[in-house]
């Protein structure tokens, strides 16, 4: 079952509150925690985040790396259909989700729900499962963690492959406003509210600029491939192409179609061995209105930021990103 909220919250939180939470709405504050001057939900918690830290990378790991809400499942998929040269018949009886560890945070192994507060906290992180996988098989992992809390094997100059998702921070925004709608254990907020949050650094992650800024900066590095979604969204052939190049594969034009098939919005949406609702089913809200792949598109902003917002928006994006040279498209 799911517990309520005052539980989560004892779990979560115990003793003063934060300044960087009280800062928060009330109703926001009491079920995240504040790590390293970090907002963060309770299913990540203090030892996922250290164990990250810890983790000793493998030269074959693929890392998918992104801020949360910029397409990281659908990285992911591709990411695995090129390891996997198109074979989907590899996901029957499977999970996308269940493939690929997300390290740093606090899961159960059937990934259906949580039963308790103490199951959540004793759960296993993705880090004991990715070092449980075997040594001879190469590891696809994924983490969102702000750059200071990455591996030391991944810093600056990673040994390892980096995948690196991109998104722009107003479509982000929105998707992470309804992301919160969706997944029952996070806070509700109202639009307005998440805005502001967002704009502060105190949505879930802390910054969308520390975090992609320090990507953009290692984007000429050999093992990593920073991707945009608007790119993406524009031209998927030329992405999978990509991504499979960078992974050391060269898949004849089939494959290759039939990835880009497979990683398709209505491909994913509609199977149930990718469609990330049938994996947490009951963790999240689900009604015709609401999915983990809601809409998959470019430009949704605009139906949720006022002119206000916007013109604040705006002023600190060109803030944030002067003399940086990374452009978003955002319609």
Request: hydrophobic share 40%.
């Amino acid at each position: 079952m799911i517990v309520s909220e005052k539980e989560y919250a004892v779990e979560c939180w115990t003793g003063e509150m934060s300044a960087l939470l009280a800062k928060s709405p009330a109703h926001a504050a009491k079920l995240c925690h504040e790590y390293e001057n970090v907002v963060m939900v309770y299913y990540i918690p203090k030892k996922g985040i250290e164990q990250t830290k810890r983790f000793k990378v493998r030269p074959d790991d693929v890392y998918i790396i992104s801020y949360p809400k910029v397409g990281t499942t659908w990285l992911q998929q591709i990411a695995m259909l090129v390891r996997l040269e198109g074979d989907l018949s590899f996901f029957e009886g499977k999970h996308i989700i269940t493939m690929v560890p997300f390290l740093e945070i606090c899961t159960l192994p059937d990934m259906t729900a949580y039963k308790d507060k103490e199951e959540i906290m004793s759960g296993p992180t993705g880090v004991e499962m990715a070092d449980a996988m075997p040594t001879n098989t190469p590891r696809i992992l994924k983490t969102h963690v702000v750059p200071r809390w990455l591996p030391d094997g991944l810093k600056d100059n990673p040994p390892a492959k980096v995948l690196y998702m991109a998104r722009n921070p107003k479509d982000t925004a929105v998707s992470g406003y309804h992301f919160c709608q969706l997944v029952k254990p996070l806070p509700t907020y109202t639009w307005h509210e998440f805005f502001e949050e967002f704009i502060a650094d105190r949505a879930f992650y802390g910054s969308w600029f520390e975090h992609t800024l320090y990507w953009w900066k290692l984007r000429n590095h050999p093992n990593v491939l920073f991707l945009k979604y608007e790119d993406m969204k524009q031209d998927p052939r030329k992405a999978v192409i990509q991504i499979a190049e960078f992974m050391g594969k060269s898949l004849p034009n089939d494959i290759i179609d039939r990835i880009v098939e497979a990683s398709s919005f209505k491909f994913m949406k509609s199977n149930e061995s990718m469609n990330p609702d049938v994996a947490f089913n009951k963790l999240v809200d689900l009604t015709k209105e609401k999915s983990f792949m809601r809409k998959g598109m470019v430009g949704d902003w605009k139906n949720y930021f006022t002119e206000d917002q916007n013109h604040r928006f705006d002023k600190l994006y060109e803030e944030k990103m002067s003399g940086s040279g990374l452009e978003f498209g955002f319609e």
